[in-house]
């Protein structure tokens, strides 16, 4: 069976400081990742996802992710965070050769303190 | 375009009592998927339809618990003899064909089992 983790249930930051929320899974065959945000009062909206290729994804609005296959990890970085990326962060899987159905982390809540 | 709708918005029941909850995905998506969502939780995986056919339903608890769509667009997910522990936010996503195409989420059904 697969699984995510996700290692911090909470990240207080100061804006404009650096932020990673890290994310682990664990999966027998291989996956597809993403980052899914949940901004204060919306649904959930996908951030980024790895299908193949390079293993550094970013997305429009300066986060990154990378995924390590040896690792079996898939953290999400951004270099210098703004008030506005105050959301929830979940990681999700899903198996290459499934249905699509995502298997989620427990959610990452980042705050942004000015 | 139109995102992925749920109706209603909240809905609050008493224990025993039969709920629906419908969902009109983005038009066009043959694929839609059902998630659960407990406070503090991210979202699990319900059932996943292709079409009209529910092609997985592992992760629906127990056969209080049905769906449907029987067009191919809109989906209606019922819960017979609901408990306090079906409290939860049920949402609701779309996408092109399912596998690993980018899910649409909708705004949920906040279900309050009293």
């Known amino acids: 069976a697969q699984s995510v983790t996700q290692l911090d249930s909470q990240v207080p930051v100061f804006e404009e400081a650096p932020v990673e929320l890290r994310c682990n899974y664990s999966s027998s065959v291989s996956v597809y990742l993403f980052w899914y945000v949940q901004y204060p009062n919306q649904g959930l909206q996908l951030l980024l996802k790895?299908?193949?290729?390079?293993?550094l994804v970013e997305s429009i609005n300066g986060f990154e992710a990378e995924f390590n296959k040896s690792q079996t990890s898939f953290h999400l970085r951004k270099p210098s965070v703004h008030i506005s990326d105050t959301a929830e962060y979940f990681c999700?899987?899903?198996?290459?050769?499934?249905?699509?159905?995502?298997?989620f982390g427990q959610g990452t809540t980042l705050q942004v303190k000015p | 375009g139109a995102g992925v709708s749920q109706t209603p918005s909240n809905k609050v029941t008493e224990k025993g009592k039969y709920v629906e909850l419908r969902c009109d995905p983005i038009?066009?998506?043959?694929?839609l998927y059902w998630y659960r969502q407990s406070l503090g939780q991210g979202p699990e995986f319900l059932i996943y339809f292709q079409g009209t056919g529910a092609a997985d339903d592992s992760g629906l608890p127990n056969d209080r618990f049905f769906a449907v769509r029987p067009e191919g667009s809109v989906s209606t997910l019922k819960i017979q003899r609901t408990e306090r522990g079906d409290s939860a936010v049920y949402l609701c996503?779309?996408?092109?064909?399912?596998?690993?195409?980018?899910?649409?989420f909708g705004p949920g059904t906040r279900l309050t089992v009293l």
């Open positions: 999700a899987v899903t198996l290459r050769s499934n249905t699509g159905k995502l298997i």
């Open positions: 038009s066009g998506h043959t694929a």
């Open positions: 996503a779309s996408s092109r064909r399912g596998g690993s195409d980018t899910q649409y």
């Open positions: 790895y299908l193949s290729g390079s293993t």
